[in-house]
Each structure stands twice: as C-alpha cells, then as structure tokens.
C-alpha cells in the first residue's frame, strides 16, 4: 500500500535553532517528492522537490535530503525564525500514468522567541 | 497574477443544505484539483480536472458531492445536501502541464482554501 508519513507530528523550537523532520514512504514506483510549507490559513506553498537522482537541494535555509533506496526524506531548516512556523507536508508522486499524488499529514513546526 | 482565488473563504451552514465552492485558477494552467483537509486525515484529493475535463474523480467521498469546470477559468465543488462530517478546508489547486520528460513533475499552486463548517 502506498503511504507517507512523516515525524514528528508536532515540533516546538527556540528560535535561532536548527531542526530535521523526517519523511518516509512506500509509494513505488517513485517519480519525485516535494515538501511544501503552509501558514495557518493559506494553502501548502512548494519549497522544493526532489527526483530519483537528487540526494540534496536547498532553498535558502531549507535543505531536503532523499535517500531513494531507503525512501526517506528529510527537510533540515537552519537558523530558525518565527516566520518558519507552519505545517510542513511532504507528497510523494507515483510513476505511473495516473501520476498519483500522496500526502503526508504534515509536521506542524512552532518557532518561539 | 492573482494566483489561485477561492470563494468563500469562509462558509458557516445547516446540516441538509447546499453548499457551492467556487475556484478560479491561474490563467494558462491547464489542471485544476480539488482537496480537502482535515486535522485527521491531512489533505486528501477528490477530483482534478485536465483542460476542463474530469480526469480522475475517485477521491470524492460520495454522491454529495460534485464538481464541475464550465469553462478553462472557473470551477465550482458542490455539496448537496452537505453534513457536518463534511466541515473542513478545502482547497483548489491548478497548474501547467509542460509535457515531455518534465510531465508530472510541475508544480501546484494552491488558493486560500474555504473554511466549511457545517452545524
């Protein structure tokens, strides 16, 4: 059955500090994952994807790793920020003709001062 | 670009009534999908559409809901009579389509979402 979940389901972190949420599936065959951050209120906004050859990408703090043959993700923020806190959904897409969409139910991050 | 625009953002009703969310998706993408997402279950597809044609509606939960795109610029999801199991977020998404090698790697842009609370 394809799946993805992700941990931890909630996260509280000091502002200034680092922080690693893990990702995890079973969807094969794999075409790409992507992360994707959502503000309370707004819709996911994506933050980076990852294909089968991509072991790392970054976007300004936001560094995802991808180990394809372990199927895990990670998505490392660095130097937090009150403005990081928000959901942080990973979803997987299946190589296949359909290209189904699977979603994890997110880590929810808080940055405190 | 406005980016995707939903409508209402926020919908307060009766159980047993209907309820119509309206999405307007950016201009020149070609794919338009309907989610919903709950504190339990997380975002969960119910339809997309490709070039105004249903392609794959298996996510929606039941025959209480529908959705149609008249037209490459508006879509509405309809819920008749809606219960309040239904309440959630729903949100609309679209993108383009780049075809070749890159098929299925493009991105999503999602709207405000619609806030549903159904009493």
């Known amino acids: 059955k394809n799946q993805v979940e992700q941990s931890p389901q909630s996260l509280i972190i000091l502002e200034g500090k680092n922080c690693t949420l893990q990702?995890?599936?079973?969807?094969?065959?794999?075409?790409?994952l992507r992360w994707y951050k959502q503000d309370t209120g707004r819709g996911p906004v994506s933050l980076t994807i990852?294909?089968?050859?991509?072991n790392t990408k970054s976007n300004g703090r936001y560094t995802a790793t991808l180990d394809a043959d372990t199927k895990q993700s990670s998505l490392h923020i660095t130097a937090s920020q009150l403005s990081d806190s928000a959901s942080y959904i990973c979803?997987?897409?299946?190589?296949?003709?359909?290209?189904?969409?699977?979603f994890g139910t997110g880590t929810r991050l808080t940055v405190i001062p | 670009d406005a980016g995707v625009i939903q409508s209402p953002r926020h919908e307060v009703t009766e159980m047993g009534q209907e309820v119509t969310l309206r999405c307007k998706p950016i201009s020149g993408h070609d794919y338009l999908f309907w989610y919903r997402q709950t504190m339990m279950r997380g975002l969960e597809l119910l339809i997309y559409?490709?070039?105004?044609?249903?392609?794959?509606d298996s996510g929606m939960p039941e025959d209480r809901f529908s959705a149609k795109m008249p037209n490459a610029s508006f879509s509405t999801l309809k819920i008749q009579p809606s219960e309040p199991r239904d309440s959630a977020v729903y949100f609309c998404a679209s993108s383009s389509q780049t075809g070749g090698r890159l098929a299925g790697y493009n991105e999503q842009f999602f709207g405000p979402g619609t806030r549903l609370t159904v009493l």
């Open positions: 979803v997987v897409r299946e190589r296949t003709g359909a290209n189904n969409l699977f």
């Open positions: 990702c995890n599936y079973t969807v094969s065959p794999f075409s790409n």
């Open positions: 990852m294909t089968f050859s991509e």
């Open positions: 559409f490709n070039n105004n044609v249903p392609i794959d």
